[in-house]
Nanobody
Framework: QVQLEESGGGLVQAGGSLRLSCAAS????????MGWFRQAPGKEREFVAA????????DYADSVKGRFTISRYNGKNTIYLQMNSLKPDDTAVYYC???????????????????WGQGTQVTVSS
């Protein structure tokens, strides 16, 4: 079992920044890839960013490339999502996820992930 808890969401003006954190507990953190997804009102949940278990590989949705950065600190069992130059279209509930029992180095599809956090709200005002 893996438990995931997101934090760091909030209200920010367009052009501003936020850093989301996701703390994991349970299985050995350094052994599995993790990712961030988001779901805006009335829309399906979508991929945002992913990171390999070692942190050597990352991947991003086109909509956030150059603005968001995913990272992980295995010593603290935590991943981060640094979000810069935020836009109103970034408003969503952001979820972190762990691909614990999958044989992937990095995962970008929702069905590749086994565990999900409860989500944290990010609201970007214009």
């Amino acid at each position: 079992q893996v438990q995931l808890e997101e934090s760091g969401g909030g209200l920010v003006q367009a052009g501003g920044s936020l850093r989301l954190s996701c703390a994991a507990s349970g299985r050995t953190f350094r052994n599995y890839p993790m990712g961030w997804f988001r779901q805006a009102p009335g829309k399906e949940r979508e991929f945002v960013a992913a990171i390999s278990w070692s942190g050597d590989y990352t991947d991003y949705a086109d909509s956030v490339k150059g603005r968001f950065t995913i990272s992980r600190y295995n010593g603290k069992n935590t991943i981060y999502l640094q979000m810069n130059s935020l836009k109103p279209d970034d408003t969503a509930v952001y979820y972190c996820a762990a691909a614990v029992d999958q044989p992937f180095t990095i995962a970008t599809l929702q069905n590749e992930y086994d565990y999900w956090g409860q989500g944290t709200q990010v609201t970007v005002s214009s």
